[in-house]
């Protein structure tokens, strides 16, 4: 199957045969791909004894830990077809990621953010508030993982508002002329859990101000490391929101740089969602084999869009439990999970953490 | 001064954020005040030799091997022994005043040895601790602050403080030492560097090293103690989650094809089997380090295979081709890249001034002896059976320490 044809089918569609069947032969042939054009990708390989002739259930290929973007440049077309080079955000001195993306690729990481995002707040485009500053965007060179992120969501938004300041200050007569101008319709919120808690949330706490954004929908990622020492959970993040803006739907959702656009969003039930162009594998530390539902483990990320660097079958530095497949509650098809976090000792990376160090 | 009123300052202040082990509390006025003493001066053979006996009495000793050893060596006949071996020097030597160690946050029972070797050069010594909270660490302080009642003279001149990084506390005792002894490797030496010492002060630095094993394949078969070698195996290497320097984690086999196959099973195996019993378990961050270890080997090399083994305890490499720079290539906790030799000369590809220790099995002095005359190399040692590279000795990575933090006085 072509991959047009893959970003056809709605996301959470596929029972785990079929969604098996499918990421093992595309998989199985993205790992040919790469296997063909990117010499390190190669040396790697050939130093676990992979067999590119053979066929693989997707569980059974190889994954790459994600500092390796760190350390190599790992690509899988030629320096002249990059159009974009994704960084992740890290401290400064701390080595970054970098992820090659020529056009295709690029096109279809916005393709699949659009078909996952629209399942929640549907097709139309609506007004957006962005819950941070203009800043990090306008330097398009740069495309950090925060700037990645604000971008690729903000293709949702009808009318589009910034709503803090370069000083991450919150612009809250702008906010309220905003909310006003809009009242009645479903706004669209997008910014990152801990920017969201710190300069949103506690601001108008702060400000004693309440809004009304009972129609509008917030999607938030980036981590809960700097709220966990808050004891903010999600339950509570959510409840706090209500009380200042009356909002109801709240969706966290799991992402990362080496893997943009197949994000799990978080549905009803407070649980990350598989779609079909992408899965989780959680592992056991111990022996790397696949860990029982309810079993914390590493979590392996496998996605179909790679195709520009070879990012489509990741070990990632976070820990994470299945819940269960094809049975949640809200009906959607395929893995849902939940993250529990960092592993201990590891590299500080993700989205909004550098930001949140200075706190 | 007004040099030293500013460190009495910064250590008044620098206080809040040391911990104090042994004794409760110390002031600069103390410490430059207690005189240094001759080498393995009475009062501090006695000590030593009470701290022994002090710690074998400690039930909780016996769950750590490490301990044990470092009571082993304090006995007065060791100690004595040691003495021997200085007995033809008839220059007249003094501890140098105050010494600073500056202790591996790796080796739980380093500290000691450290304090050990600046007591009995005749030094006042303040020894900054592992910052991370090892049960040796205590057992040892909490056995010196028992018996220093008893030997008041030799325990004054003991200072055993912990703190972290952040601490300006490196700055003031780096301000007043005679000599400053740095292990943690090559960063850490670095980081404490940035700290001035006084002018006549100097420092003795334990470098990032790398070591490595040899095993005679034929003999390691034949010997059959297959068991007894994976157990002294295991302590060179995951005792310390293979992060001391002394750790090997280069592996080369000697032998013909077949008996180097035969042996590499026997070995591995037999190790695997031992590690699973006392390990624990694998830390998650610890398995991906090792697939990014590979990887970035594989990336850099050529020739690379990871050889499968049953879990994420122990990793096996083994490389087609041994090119310089390997010691680049190493992960910690059980990762080790091997080779098939045809003789010891062929880690000459590969040593530099970097390697430390050779631990072996299966060849005799001479053969070894010979090995190093002949070979020119630049770096290698110390050179000890397997099993033993951990074995603490007063002449360590190329430094006689005892002679190291004295000074000579001449007498015409």
């Known amino acids: 199957m072509e991959i047009t044809e893959i970003l056809d089918i709605p996301p959470y569609s596929l029972n785990k045969t079929e969604k098996t069947k499918l990421l093992s032969s595309y998989l199985t042939n993205l790992s040919r791909h790469h296997y063909e054009h990117c010499v390190p990708y190669k040396k790697m390989m050939d130093s676990v004894g992979f067999d590119s002739g053979r ?32 960084t992740s955000s890290g401290t400064s001195g701390q080595a970054v990621s970098r992820i090659f993306l020529d056009k295709e690729t690029s096109s279809t990481q916005t393709r699949t953010l659009t078909k996952i995002v629209s399942s929640f707040i549907g097709t139309q485009r609506v007004p957006m508030i962005i819950l941070d500053s203009e800043t990090v965007v306008k330097d ?11 971008l690729g969501f903000s293709m949702f938004g009808s009318k589009r508002m910034y709503a803090l300041n370069e000083n991450m200050e919150l612009n809250v007569e702008q906010l309220q002329a905003f909310v006003e101008q809009y009242k009645g319709e479903r706004i669209f919120m997008f910014g990152f859990t801990f920017m969201v808690y710190q300069h949103f949330y506690k601001e108008l706490v702060r400000l004693g101000i309440k809004l009304d954004l009972s129609n509008a929908v917030l999607i938030h990622g980036g981590g809960w490391k700097k709220l966990i020492s808050e004891a903010v959970t999600s339950d509570v993040f959510r409840k706090k929101l209500h009380d200042v803006c009356g909002i109801q739907h709240v969706y966290d959702y799991y992402g990362m740089v080496e893997q943009t656009g197949t994000i799990y969003m978080e549905c009803e039930c407070g649980h990350l969602h598989a779609p079909v162009f992408s899965d989780v594998i959680i592992r056991r530390a111990h022996d790397f084999s696949i860990a029982d539902v309810g079993e914390k483990g590493i979590i392996q990320v496998l996605s179909i869009l790679p195709k520009s660097y070879p990012g489509h079958s990741l070990l990632t530095e976070d820990e994470g439990i299945l819940l269960g497949e094809d049975d949640c509650a809200c009906g959607r098809l395929g893995k849902y999970f939940k993250i529990v976090g960092r592993l201990k000792n590891a590299e500080i990376r993700g989205c909004s953490d550098t930001y949140a160090t200075k706190f | 001064m007004p040099k030293y009123e500013a460190v009495v300052i910064l250590m008044q202040q ?7 082990l042994f004794p409760q509390s110390i002031s600069e006025e103390q410490l430059q005040n207690i005189p240094a003493t001759k080498p393995f001066a009475d009062d501090t053979v006695a000590f030593l030799h009470a701290l022994s006996q002090e710690l074998n009495k400690d039930p909780l000793v016996r769950s750590f091997p490490d301990v044990a050893t470092f009571a082993f060596f304090c006995r007065r006949a060791n100690i004595l022994q040691i003495k021997e071996r200085y007995s033809n020097d008839d220059l007249i030597r003094l501890g140098r005043g105050i010494a600073f160690h500056i202790a591996p946050s790796n080796v739980p029972v380093n500290f000691a040895y450290s304090l050990l070797c600046g007591l009995l050069s005749g030094n006042v010594n303040v020894v900054r601790v592992p910052s991370k909270d090892f049960e ?24 055993l403080i912990r703190y972290e990084r952040t601490s300006q506390a490196t700055s003031a005792f780096s301000a007043l030492c005679d000599v400053r002894i740095i292990w943690g490797g090559d960063e850490t030496i670095a980081q404490i560097r940035k700290s001035a010492i006084p002018a ?50 280069l592996v080369l086999w000697i032998g013909s094809e077949s008996d180097v196959a035969k042996a590499k099973t026997l070995f591995w195996s037999a190790l695997h089997a031992i590690v699973k019993q006392k390990y624990g378990a694998v830390q998650p961050v610890i398995a991906v380090d090792k697939l990014t270890a590979l990887y970035n080997q594989a990336v850099q090399n050529e020739g690379v295979h990871q050889v499968s083994t049953e879990d994420n305890l122990l990793w096996r490499v083994a490389i087609d081709e ?19 030799a045809t003789a010891l000369d062929d880690l000459k590809k590969v040593i530099n001034r970097k390697y430390q220790t050779l631990a072996y099995y299966g060849f005799d002095k001479s053969e070894l002896t010979e090995f190093v005359l002949s070979s020119g190399l630049k770096g290698i040692d110390r050179i000890v059976p397997i099993g033993r590279t951990t074995d603490f000795s007063v002449v360590w990575d190329g430094y006689d320490l005892l002679y190291s933090l004295t000074r000579v006085c001449s007498i015409l």
């Open chain 1, 55 to 86: 066929d693989f259930h997707y569980s059974e290929l190889p994954f790459l830990p994600v500092r390796l973007f760190k350390m190599f440049e790992l690509r899988s077309v030629a320096k002249e077809e990059v159009v974009k080079t994704m």
């Open chain 1, 140 to 150: 398009r060179n740069l495309f950090s993982a925060r700037g990645a992120g604000i």
């Open chain 2, 14 to 20: 620098s206080f809040n954020d040391v911990t104090m």
């Open chain 2, 136 to 159: 040796q660490v205590s057992i040892i302080s909490k056995a010196i602050a028992r018996i220093a009642p008893a030997h008041q003279e030799c325990a004054s001149r003991i200072v």
């Open chain 2, 200 to 249: 006549r002060s100097f420092d003795v630095c334990f470098a990032d090293r790398y070591s490595v094993c040899a095993i005679n394949a034929a003999n390691y078969i034949s010997d059959n103690k297959y068991e007894a070698l994976a157990q002294g195996f295991y302590n060179d290497t995951y005792l310390f989650d293979q992060n001391a320097c002394t750790a090997p984690h």
């Open chain 2, 322 to 340: 041994l090119q310089p720079r390997i010691e680049d290539f190493r992960c910690s906790s059980g990762y080790f890249t091997e080779y098939n």
